[in-house]
């Protein structure tokens, strides 16, 4: 068992919550056991090191098991996993793997070849949670990628991979590129390009006039500054949610959320 929070080991791993170290050896780190589980399911042989206590053995054997025919897994004390996660209570569980970013024109590829081409790019995204949740939710809305833009949040952080409950697995993730070159893949594939601004027609009016039915990558803009001009010229069109209460606005995952749901549901016929 290690058991001292300064073992080699112990400290390699705990590195990797700062960017530096993620992007010097291409390594991330997952937390817990629903994280632990969806990988050993999608993409297992990302794994590299698993961390577990003797209480997470009791609890998860099974999965602990499933994933030591992937990665070495080595028993942990309490104080020495303390020391590698990120989060306070990591349920006894902490694994190493594999940065898989996929190249742009492979992401766009794959996407518009789908049944229903969708796909979210994000503009200098800086906030984890809204990263992780719009990642989420183009997978739950069965986006075929989500491309982070250079100057956007790390997709690796701990806070973004806790987030995404395991649809980090799930999708295409590409990483660093321009928003441009984003705008160029999509659209050179036949992809519509819509972004998501206060400036645009309302959501509703292209839904009806059809435009959410088609292949379509969405535009995202950063939490506090939405898109700038040069970022919104590149697109098609322009969409505003229409607000129908008091409230001032909606959060960028929110209605990231809801604009991805509407053209899965366009695309779908619903």
Not at 206 to 234: H, I, K, M, S, Y
């Amino acid at each position: 068992m290690l058991d001292s929070p300064r073992a080699p080991r112990v400290r390699e791993a705990a590195k990797l919550q700062q960017r530096t170290a993620r992007s010097q050896t291409g390594l991330f780190l997952l937390e817990g056991p629903a994280a632990l589980e969806e990988i050993v399911r999608w993409q297992p042989a990302l794994l590299v090191d698993i961390f577990a206590t003797e209480a997470a053995h009791e609890r998860h054997g099974e999965l602990i098991a499933a994933a030591a025919q992937h990665a070495l897994v080595t028993e942990v004390s309490e104080r020495a996993l303390a020391a590698i996660a990120d989060t306070v209570h990591p349920q006894g569980l902490v694994a190493v793997a594999k940065q898989s970013p996929v190249r742009l024109e492979d992401a766009m590829a794959r996407a518009a070849a789908a049944a229903h081409p969708l796909v979210a790019i994000l503009h200098e995204v800086r906030d984890p949670g809204n990263l992780g949740t719009i990642l989420r939710a183009a997978d739950a809305a069965g986006a075929s990628a989500v491309v982070v833009t250079a100057n956007s949040v790390d997709p690796y952080s701990p806070k973004v991979v806790r987030s995404t409950t395991g649809s980090l697995f799930h999708v295409d993730v590409s990483v660093g590129a321009s928003t441009a070159d984003a705008v160029d893949a999509a659209r050179a594939l036949g992809m519509q390009v819509l972004a998501a601004d206060v400036s645009g027609e309302e959501l509703t009016s292209l839904q009806a006039a059809g435009v959410l039915a088609l292949p379509t990558a969405w535009l995202f803009g950063n939490e506090a500054r939405g898109l700038d001009e040069a970022a919104l010229a590149l697109a098609d069109r322009a969409a505003r949610l229409p607000v129908y209460g008091a409230a001032e606005s909606l959060n960028l995952a929110t209605a990231a959320s809801v604009c991805l749901y509407q053209s899965a549901f366009a695309q779908r016929g619903v």
